[in-house]
């Protein structure tokens, strides 16, 4: 399996972003979801989301703001992300579940991960 996260870029506070994470092998029966490190600090989670589509759990800190989807038939995760602030600059990962149980919102409750994509929001 590989991920290739997409989309980063240099936005303003209030601006909209929308990444992808495209995928080779098998994820459409997966959970997927996104994280983000910003630098100095631990990679936190973001979003993710189930692997019908039918279910999404977000970081009370984008609640709101940010809406994970997915489109099986192509193989990608999308994460638009509205009313961006400084706040939110950080490489965000995108990453697929590993199958075990674990929390959504855990690290170890996933096992293959993209290479990052760096999102800046400028005040």
């Known amino acids: 399996v590989q991920l290739q996260a997409s989309g980063g870029g240099l936005v303003q506070a209030g601006g909209s972003l929308r990444l992808s994470c495209a995928a080779s092998?098998?994820?459409?029966?997966?959970?997927m979801g996104w994280f983000r490190q910003a630098p100095g600090k631990e990679r936190e989670f973001v979003a993710a989301?189930?692997?019908?589509?039918?279910?999404?759990y977000y970081a009370g800190s984008v609640k709101g703001r940010f809406t994970i989807s997915r489109d099986n038939a192509k193989n990608t995760v999308y994460l638009q992300m509205n009313s961006l602030k400084p706040e939110d600059t950080a490489v965000y990962y995108c990453?697929?579940?590993?199958?075990?149980?674990?929390?959504?919102?855990?690290?170890?409750?996933?096992?293959?991960w993209g290479q990052g994509t760096l999102v800046t929001v400028s005040s």
């Open positions: 990453a697929r579940r590993s199958g075990k149980p674990g929390l959504y919102s855990s690290n170890s409750a996933y096992e293959y």
């Open positions: 092998g098998r994820t459409f029966s997966y959970g």
């Open positions: 989301i189930d692997w019908s589509g039918g279910d999404t």
